[in-house]
Each structure stands twice: as C-alpha cells, then as structure tokens.
C-alpha cells in the first residue's frame, strides 16, 4: 500500500500539532511565573565595537546593560 502526498502531509502535521500542544501550553505558565517588569533593563554583550558598533553602544545606552564588549580589531 503506498502513501499518497495528502495522506502523508496530513498524518505529519497531525502529529506534529499533537506533540507541539502539551510543550507550548507548558511554556505559557512557566514563562507567565518568571516574568520581568516592565521596568528590567535588558542586558546585552557588544561584539564588533569598533566605529559604528560604538556609536550603536551610546545610542542604545540609555535602555540597555551592556555587560560584554568584544573587537577583533586592535585598532
């Protein structure tokens, strides 16, 4: 007996949306206990902070945490 594309496409996302259900409600609650307020900043690690990334950095300074800044290029 051979499997037609429907018939194969409607088994895999069936599966697929079964499996997928129990793990996204699962997420919900726990995202919904650790959640930040609104007043959190955001932490970020800057990598290529040479030029542009620097002006980036001072641009964005005033919403973030920066707590890592990376250049490969000494100058």
Request: proline share 1%; charged share 15%.
């Amino acid at each position: 007996m051979s499997i037609t594309r429907r018939q194969f496409l409607t088994t895999t996302t069936s599966l697929a949306t079964a499996v997928s259900v129990p793990y996204f409600g699962w997420q919900k609650k726990t995202l919904a206990d650790e959640s930040q307020s609104k007043n959190d900043r955001v932490s970020i690690g800057l990598i290529g902070a040479g030029g542009m990334g620097l002006g980036n950095l001072r641009a964005a300074s005033q919403w973030v945490d920066v707590v890592a800044i990376a250049d490969a290029d000494a100058g």
